[in-house]
């Protein structure tokens, strides 16, 4: 089946670091891939889509200044939280479009803490 | 505005019997839905979809139905087994939306032994 793989899984950073985030479909090229948000028990919330060669398009309310995402290749897609603060520490997933298929498949999560 | 509801945070139920998850939404213009599995720190899990060309689709323990006059789907599975006991995503695509998901807010499963 498809697999995508995130980078690191968990990362502890200090106030004011940026810290990025690595998200691979691993057995088939995503042209779309998806970032996405999760708080303590709450549901997943789409940040921002990315498709590969070009621009990020962001979800309202989400500072694209703040989180920069590259999607360089077929393969890979790269999250990068800028100026990290407490606040955005998160669990933060990526996805990526299968193109034979309805479905995304979905990364296993990076566990960013900012201290 | 929540587009996609999952109206019951929480849901228990005994091992071997059916458990019933819910989920409404109000956008007319998705047309593909999908169920996802979610353990703590982990990645959800996809499980079964439906087009909404289909009012139901089966996939061994798992069924998903579709009512789109109600614009309600859920999710059947049976029998139920304490692996099952996770965290459950409702999820809708289509439209002006595209391939991008929308999704609920989750309901949470316990499968007593």
């Known amino acids: 089946g498809a697999v995508v793989s995130q980078h690191p899984s968990w990362v502890i950073c200090k106030s004011g670091t940026s810290v990025k985030i690595e998200c691979r479909s691993l057995d088939f090229q995503a042209t779309t891939m998806f970032w996405y948000r999760q708080f303590p028990k709450q549901s997943l919330m789409l940040m921002a889509t990315?498709?590969?060669?070009?621009?990020?398009?962001?979800e309202q309310g989400v500072e694209k200044d703040k989180f920069l995402i590259n999607h360089a290749s077929l393969t890979l897609s790269t999250l990068t939280v800028t100026s990290a603060h407490p606040e955005d520490s998160s669990f933060y997933i990526c996805?990526?479009?299968?193109?034979?298929?309805?479905?995304?498949?979905f990364g296993p999560g990076t566990r960013l803490t900012v201290t | 505005d929540q587009q996609v509801k999952q109206n019951s945070p929480s849901l228990s139920v005994q091992e071997g019997r059916i458990s019933i998850l819910n989920c409404d939404y109000t956008n007319s213009m998705f047309d593909y839905f999908l169920w996802y599995k979610k353990y703590p720190a982990e990645g959800p899990t996809f499980l079964i979809s439906i087009s909404s060309i289909k009012d139901k689709n089966e996939d061994g323990r798992f069924t998903v139905f579709l009512n789109k006059s109600a614009k309600h789907l859920s999710l059947h599975i049976v029998p139920s087994q304490p692996g099952d006991s996770a965290v459950y995503f409702c999820a809708a695509s289509g439209g002006a939306a595209g391939n991008k998901l929308t999704f609920g807010g989750g309901t949470r499963v316990l499968v007593k032994p």
């Open positions: 990315s498709n590969e060669g070009s621009k990020a398009t962001y």
């Open positions: 996805s990526a479009d299968s193109e034979n298929s309805y479905e995304q498949y």
